[in-house]
């Protein structure tokens, strides 16, 4: 089965950029979707098809994919930006989501 | 704009069926969108989906929950469901009902979840 691997934190100074790794094999050929959980609170879509953003989520998020190695880049990270962050992608008729990554902001 | 709810029962024995059914307002069932979906989380861990289906007929499930799970949607009441069988604790999660944009795409909105615990 397919398996999406991402770090279990990142850190970043508030201000600066965050960058989030989701890996895969030749996870470049798949649409990724990623998604922001706060404490307590439901997934948010924060961006989907590698780097498309929903209305509502600001411009300071942003996607690549590339290779094996899909990326969710915040820039000028925010205190309110601390929270859980989860890539998805879809193989072989099954949804598979990534383990998650904590986002802290210092 | 559209919204989802779950609900059902927080406390489920095991080896029995643990029922949930989302409600979906905001628009139709049938014409807002064919695909609907349950993803969970058990405490403390990551996301796993459990399945989707379209168009009330064509299921698409988690190869490791296949065997226990149904997924069905009921146009009348605008709601669809998920019946997971002979549970054990290792189902205790929060289930969440969503829409995927196509079976193969991103799950959005989602709803705010629904806390299910498996104990005796």
């Known amino acids: 089965s397919y398996e999406l691997t991402q770090p279990l934190s990142v850190s970043v100074a508030l201000g600066q950029t965050a960058r989030i790794t989701c890996g895969g094999n030749n996870i470049g050929s798949k649409n990724v979707h990623w998604y922001q959980q706060k404490p307590g609170q439901a997934p948010v879509l924060v961006i989907y098809?590698?780097?498309s953003r929903p209305s509502g989520i600001p411009e300071r998020f942003s996607g690549s994919n590339s290779g094996n190695t899909a990326t969710l880049t915040i820039s000028r990270a925010q205190a309110g930006d601390e929270a859980d962050y989860y890539c998805?992608?879809?193989?072989?008729?099954?949804?598979?989501f990534g383990g998650g990554t904590k986002l802290t902001v210092l | 704009q559209l919204q989802l709810q779950e609900s059902g029962p927080g406390l489920v024995k095991p080896s029995e069926t643990l029922s949930l059914t989302c409600t979906v307002s905001g628009g139709s069932i049938s014409s807002s969108s064919y695909y609907w979906g349950w993803i969970r989380q058990p405490p403390g861990k990551g996301l796993e989906w459990i399945g989707t289906i379209y168009y009330s007929t064509t299921t698409f499930y988690n190869p490791s929950l296949k065997s226990r799970v149904t997924i069905s949607v009921d146009t009348s009441t605008n709601q669809f469901s998920l019946e997971l069988t002979s549970v054990t604790a290792s189902d205790t999660a929060v289930y969440y009902c969503?829409?995927?944009?196509?079976?193969?795409?991103?799950?959005?909105?989602w709803g705010q979840g629904s806390l299910v615990t498996v104990s005796s």
């Open positions: 098809r590698d780097n």
């Open positions: 998805q992608v879809w193989d072989s008729s099954t949804v598979v």
């Open positions: 969503a829409r995927p944009y196509t079976q193969s795409d991103w799950f959005d909105p």
